[in-house]
């Protein structure tokens, strides 16, 4: 809380001494496995939408407990920030109950959902673009404004990386790092006000080092106070002063940060079961270290990078629904936040089996970044068109956690198995292939996936989605 977090991050000074590799091997990872036996919590990997009060009950308690046991370690200083039941408690009376991100005509309102809560605001609450991975400079705009031309989207992060500037290599802590950051917002901030959308909310965290943040930092011709940064925790269960900073810095400039519980499945956080308690105990963390505006989840596979997989949504909603059960916590965008595929029909799936099961959980939506945000010129506002159709229809139909699962476990059967075998970012276009550069809009072959997809939703699915040939 904020005010309180100066005596949360003094204990990074202050905690008991862990060397890292302890910390991992000997205090974290006996514990949270301990803790997945003690409140049985277990994968049913045929229950990737949390349907079942009771076990989300149980990931809450490990979550808590594994927050109470093993703290938060400050790689800076190797000391562990530890926190009390007490301070948890009063967190969840002073979180973030209502939160406004973007200014003027473009300012949006966020609100506590609840599960299957359907009637409070609509259906998702919130759209979030998420631009990601290189960008060729040539069409930097025009993936921008992709986004900007989607009414339905609320706020973008606009992270793609610009990896050179005057012929050099934007590395971290240059002053290359400072110009390319200056030119990113810069670019954003025209497209905003090319598109009537001058107070539109960016959450783009591109550099490396702060003080290249900083430098854009400027309301007059700058980062507006609308917008957010990010302010999160590593993995597993880790902060550090850079984060701190961030926060700091954000908290002072007036404007958001976002953060996210993080797992990787495969990694330090192991399974699907042990990733959904680390997820939502990192929501915990982020909450109490940085109070942060939005949060998101962000299990993925660590061996092959997904977002989407059906173990990685299964620890992302898992953790994130026990998390919002228990804390009325104005907005958690849930996964997947960016796509495996490149831009196609097993992109848009992966987009509407997040929508399909985000929605009955009271989560925001996120999308538009495929390829594993890591091939160059793959992401699209189109992709958050179908995040935000298909999750209207999900509220119109007023589907049931139950009846999301199922359909969750059929689309997921049609994408999962390029997934398996490691080739789903070969899978599909780039933005070039798909748009008209010089409009952003979907060129006839792309759009005509989409609606194929979307017929293919509502016939084959049962969703009842408006089928249009709009562009």
């Known amino acids: 809380m904020k005010g309180r977090f100066l005596d949360y991050w003094a204990r990074a000074e202050t905690g008991p001494i862990v060397p890292e ?14 803790l997945a036996r003690k409140h049985k919590v277990e994968h049913d990997p045929r229950h990737i939408v949390p349907t079942d009060d009771e076990q989300l009950d149980n990931v809450w308690k490990a979550a808590c407990e594994l927050v109470l046991d093993v703290g938060f370690l400050c790689v800076d200083t190797g000391r562990v920030i530890m926190f009390t039941a007490d301070e948890i408690d ?15 005509e473009e300012e949006r309102t966020y609100t506590h959902k609840g599960f299957e809560d359907y009637d409070n605001q609509r259906n ?53 790092e400072m110009l390319a950051e200056l030119h990113r917002v810069a670019l954003v901030r025209d497209a905003c006000r090319r598109a009537g959308k001058p107070g539109y909310s960016d959450g783009g965290t591109v550099p490396v080092k702060l ?24 993995p597993s269960m880790k902060t550090n002063y850079d984060w701190m900073c961030r926060a700091l810095h954000m908290y002072q400039y007036g404007g958001h940060t976002w953060g996210a519980g993080t797992a990787y499945l495969g990694g330090t956080s192991g399974g699907p079961a042990t990733s959904a308690i680390n997820l939502c105990a990192e929501l915990i963390g982020s909450a109490l270290l940085y109070e942060n505006s939005v949060l998101g989840t962000w299990a993925l596979d660590a061996v092959y990078f997904s ?43 992966e987009h509407a089996a997040g929508a399909v099961g985000c929605t009955p959980l009271g989560f925001g939506v996120c999308g538009g970044a495929g390829a594993q945000s890591a091939g160059t010129d793959v992401s699209s506002g189109m992709g958050c068109r179908m995040s935000a159709e298909v999750g209207r229809a999900v509220g119109q139909a007023r589907l049931t956690r139950k009846e999301a699962n199922e359909i969750v476990l059929r689309i997921t059967d049609e994408y999962q198995p390029h997934i398996d075998d490691r080739t789903a970012h070969t899978i599909g276009l780039t ?16 759009l005509a996936t989409y609606n194929r997809v979307k017929t293919e939703l509502k016939e084959e699915f049962g969703l009842p989605m408006k089928v249009t040939e709009a562009v």
């Open 21 to 34: 590799k302890d910390f991992d091997l000997k205090r974290y990872w006996p514990r949270i496995n301990a």
């Open 90 to 104: 009063e967190m969840i009376d002073h979180v973030h109950r209502m939160i406004r991100l973007g200014i003027g």
């Open 124 to 176: 998702p609450h919130l759209v979030a673009g998420r631009v990601l991975g290189q960008i060729s400079p040539e069409i930097y705009s025009s993936v921008v404004m992709s986004y900007l031309k989607e009414p339905s989207i609320d706020a973008t992060h606009f992270q793609g990386i610009i990896s050179k500037i005057n012929g050099m290599l934007t590395t971290p802590g240059s002053p290359w």
């Open 211 to 234: 003080q290249a943040q900083m430098a854009a930092d400027n309301p007059q011709w700058g980062t507006p106070s609308g917008d957010c940064r990010g302010a999160y925790m590593s």
């Open 307 to 349: 977002n989407s997989s059906k173990q990685s949504l299964f620890a992302s909603w898992w953790g994130g629904a026990a998390f919002m059960k228990h804390v009325p916590y104005c907005c958690l965008i849930g996964a997947p936040i960016q796509m495996t595929y490149k831009l196609g029909r097993e992109y848009f799936l």
């Open 431 to 446: 933005y070039q292939q798909a748009h008209d550069v010089e409009t952003s809009r979907p060129n006839p072959e792309f």
